[in-house]
C-alpha cells in the first residue's frame, strides 16, 4: 500500500476495497477545474497496489486540472441504495515514463475488449490515449 494508505486488510471494508481495486473496470476521477468546480470524469485504471494508473487523451482538460491541482480524488460507484461507497483522496501527477497502453500487459489484459471496442486496437488506443498519470491515495473513507 501506499505510504499513509492503511486499508486494514484484515477488516471487510478493507477486502472489499481491495477487491474493487482488482475487479472494478471504471472509477470516478474528481480534479478541481480552474475556478474551483469539481469534475469528476469515469476513467479506466489500473491499480499496482501503491498507486492508479490511467491513461488520458492528450486534450483531456484533467491533465491541465492536475498540473495546478493535484489533489484530486478517486471513486467508485455506490450500489445504487447508498451502500457500498469507496472515496480515495490523493495526489495526482503526469508521468510521462509509463509504458504505453498497448504494451502494458496488465493493463491490455483488463481492457482489450474495450480497448478495441473504442479505438478499433489496442494499438489505435494507445494513440488515442497516450498521456499517463497517476494517483497516489493517501486516504480511503467509506462504508
Do not use: C
Not at 481491495?18 to 469528476?40: A, K, N, Y
Not at 498540473?67 to 447508498?82: I, Y
Amino acid at each position: 500500500m501506499a505510504k499513509g494508505l492503511d486499508l486494514q486488510l484484515d477488516s471487510d471494508f478493507g477486502q472489499r476495497v481491495q477487491r474493487r481495486l482488482r475487479e472494478e473496470p471504471v472509477i470516478w476521477l474528481t480534479t478541481t477545474g480552474r475556478e474551483g468546480t469539481p469534475q469528476p470524469n469515469p476513467v479506466w485504471f489500473l491499480w499496482d497496489g501503491q498507486s492508479v494508473l490511467v491513461y488520458n487523451r492528450a486534450d483531456a482538460a484533467r491533465l491541465k486540472h492536475i498540473e495546478s491541482r493535484p489533489r484530486v480524488a478517486l471513486n467508485f460507484d455506490g450500489n445504487g441504495q447508498g451502500g457500498d461507497i469507496i472515496v480515495f483522496t490523493g495526489r495526482a501527477e503526469l508521468t510521462p515514463g509509463e509504458t504505453p497502453s498497448d504494451q502494458h500487459a496488465e493493463y491490455v489484459a483488463k481492457y482489450r475488449a474495450r480497448m478495441e471496442q473504442v479505438s478499433g486496437s489496442v494499438a489505435n488506443f494507445a494513440r488515442s490515449y497516450p498521456v499517463s498519470l497517476r494517483v497516489w491515495p493517501d486516504n480511503v473513507r467509506g462504508h
